[in-house]
């Protein structure tokens, strides 16, 4: 459940340089934020980097914050900034090899079929198929549960944007599991059941 008068009112004490209001923050915003970035910037190891650069990012602006959105809008408009200059100053400096490391290979290549696949990976796996819009109006309307006016506020759109990207991505999410149980139907016919 979001109480989003409670972390603007702890945002504004914070302001003030309550120290028990920063703690209290920031702990009722981590859980989203974290998986905001790790969804949006494709990254779920760096993830821990770009929520602490957002919160830097926060503490230091947070003086300015005058409550006329929640704060939790105001943080993710943050975290959305952060991983976009990431993003920015990956895709601007040279790459040193080709090759991945060896645990994006490995997750890559996790065949779904295995015994103990979390439904959370497969829904990872879809996610990171979608364009960055349509990733980023999804995660912020159905995994955090932000009002479609606020994911506007958030990804810098209007709020009929935000609804066509998330009616596009559920029709792409859609179609993929489709997909994904006819294939998963086809294999299952070849391979042999044991007597």
Known sequence: ?????????????????????????????QGDVRRYVA????????????????YLRALRSLPRFEGRSSARTWLL??????????????AARPRLSDTD?????????QSAELLGFDEG???????DRLPYERREAFVLT?????PYAEAAVVAGCPVGTVRSRVARAREALIFQLEL??????????RIPVAA
Not at 121 to 127: E, G, H, M, T
Not at 142 to 146: A, I, M, N, R
Not at 180 to 189: H, K, P, Q, T
């Open 1 to 29: 459940m979001r109480d989003d008068e409670g972390v603007t009112a702890w945002a504004l004490a914070a302001r003030g340089g309550d120290a028990e209001a920063v703690d209290h923050f920031i702990r009722a915003t």
């Open 39 to 54: 969804r949006l910037s494709n990254d779920p190891q760096g993830a821990d980097d770009l929520v602490q650069e957002t």
């Open 77 to 90: 408009t943050i975290a959305r900034r952060t991983v976009v200059d990431r993003l920015r100053f990956n």
């Open 101 to 109: 490391d060896w645990q994006s290979a490995a997750e890559r290549t």
């Open 121 to 127: 990976v497969a829904l990872s796996q879809l996610l």
């Open 142 to 146: 159905q995994l955090l549960g932000l």
């Open 180 to 189: 994904a149980e006819r294939d998963a139907a086809r294999l299952g016919d």
